[in-house]
């Protein structure tokens, strides 16, 4: 074979292997972009599926129900459960809170956040047997009374952080009245000094539409859930 039809056909070998080469790695890209197409879908339905629904409680220890505005994808118990880390966090965020806005300090010292109680392995156990949690479509079909308007998941889960229960607690605090606020407050500290480092607070760290939340909350025109008795009684379940 000459040295000219050996170049050719090697020219031609390298040509082909070229093609197969890209070709094959075009190949693959697609069928990675399409493999990734499918997850995403998967993945998409799957958070969809997640935000559908109401979440109802049934308590056997109490023989109570409750059910909100939670969907499905945390419709659990780990709202009755406090971890270690999580009480930390809780604690950390709040005082980051404080420490940009100092009027709060007396709020956070009464929301409560610093002495959670954190949840041991044997209370867990308990609470998990004790209560039910079942996904329904909406709690207002139920058929429970109620005489408030449910607040939204996103309200819901707001007014649980640390921010929402220091706003909370800095509303309640600012609208307790003075002799009523005396008596729970220590002998340093005056009722209007504690009602004004409140309303500063809520001033200075809260939007209006998070303040109205508190108010409605406080005033009872809307609730976080809505409960009924599985025992009957005065508000009897009416399933």
């Not at 610093?114 to 949690?133: A, F, G, K, M, V």
Request: glycine share 6%.
């Amino acid at each position: 074979m000459n040295k000219i039809n050996y170049f050719r056909i090697l020219s031609t070998l390298c040509i082909v292997g070229l093609e197969i080469f890209f070709c094959s790695n075009v190949d693959g890209l697609q069928k990675k972009k399409k493999n990734k197409e499918k997850t995403d879908t998967v993945f998409f339905i799957l958070s969809q599926y997640r935000q559908t629904g109401n979440c109802l409680r049934k308590d056997s220890s109490t023989n109570t129900a409750y059910c909100d505005k939670r969907s499905r994808g945390i419709c659990n118990s780990n709202d009755l459960i406090l971890a270690k880390s999580e009480k930390s966090f809780n604690v950390s965020q709040a005082k980051d809170i404080v420490e940009k806005i100092t009027s709060c300090q007396f709020s956070f010292l009464n929301s409560g956040i610093s002495s959670d109680s954190i949840s041991s392995l044997s209370e867990e156990d308990t609470i998990r047997l004790n209560n039910e949690y079942i996904v329904v479509e909406l709690c207002e079909a139920l058929g429970i009374t109620a005489t408030s308007t449910l607040i939204s998941e996103t309200d819901l889960v707001y007014s649980n952080s640390p921010k929402g229960r220091i706003g909370i607690s800095a509303d309640t605090l600012y609208n307790t009245p003075d002799n009523v606020l005396s008596l729970s407050l220590g002998s340093l500290t005056k009722a209007q000094e504690a009602k004004a480092d409140a309303l500063k607070c809520l001033n200075e760290g809260f939007t209006q539409y998070e303040k109205d939340l508190f108010t409605e909350l406080r005033v009872g025109n809307k609730s976080k859930n809505i409960s009924c008795s599985t025992n009957g009684g005065v508000n009897p379940c009416p399933f």
